[in-house]
């Protein structure tokens, strides 16, 4: 069992950056994926980012590609999004989930632990 608390969301203009952190209570296996996903009001759940735990490979989508990095501290059981240029479209709650089998990592479908999600709001 994975229990996973997001923290580091708020508000922020247009350019700005916000870094989010997904804090990870029990063993997270090399085979996990850790993933961040976000939601706005009336839209499907959207992947922005995976990382493998074991060896630190990353994806993105390209709506997020060379603006936003995903990253984990294995010692401290913790996976980062550090989010630049932010734009307004990117204003959603995000979600941290983990994917222990390591397939499907690109959807919501393949993560079986998600954390409450916080709020990013982008201001123009």
């Known amino acids: 069992q994975v229990q996973l608390v997001e923290s580091g969301g708020g508000l922020v203009q247009a350019g700005g950056s916000l870094r989010l952190s997904c804090a990870a209570s029990?063993?997270?296996?090399?085979?996990?994926?850790m993933g961040w996903f976000r939601q706005a009001p009336g839209k499907e759940r959207e992947f922005v980012a995976a990382i493998k735990w074991s060896v630190g490979n990353t994806a993105y989508p390209d709506s997020v590609k060379g603006r936003f990095t995903i990253s984990r501290d294995i010692a401290k059981n913790t996976v980062y999004l550090q989010m630049n240029s932010l734009k307004p479209e990117d204003t959603a709650v995000y979600y941290c989930?983990?994917?222990?089998?390591?397939?499907?990592?690109?959807?919501?479908?393949?993560?079986?632990?998600w954390g409450q999600g916080t709020q990013v709001t982008v201001s123009s």
């Open positions: 029990g063993r997270i296996f090399s085979s996990y994926f």
């Open positions: 989930a983990a994917n222990p089998s390591g397939y499907n990592y690109y959807s919501s479908r393949g993560y079986d632990y």
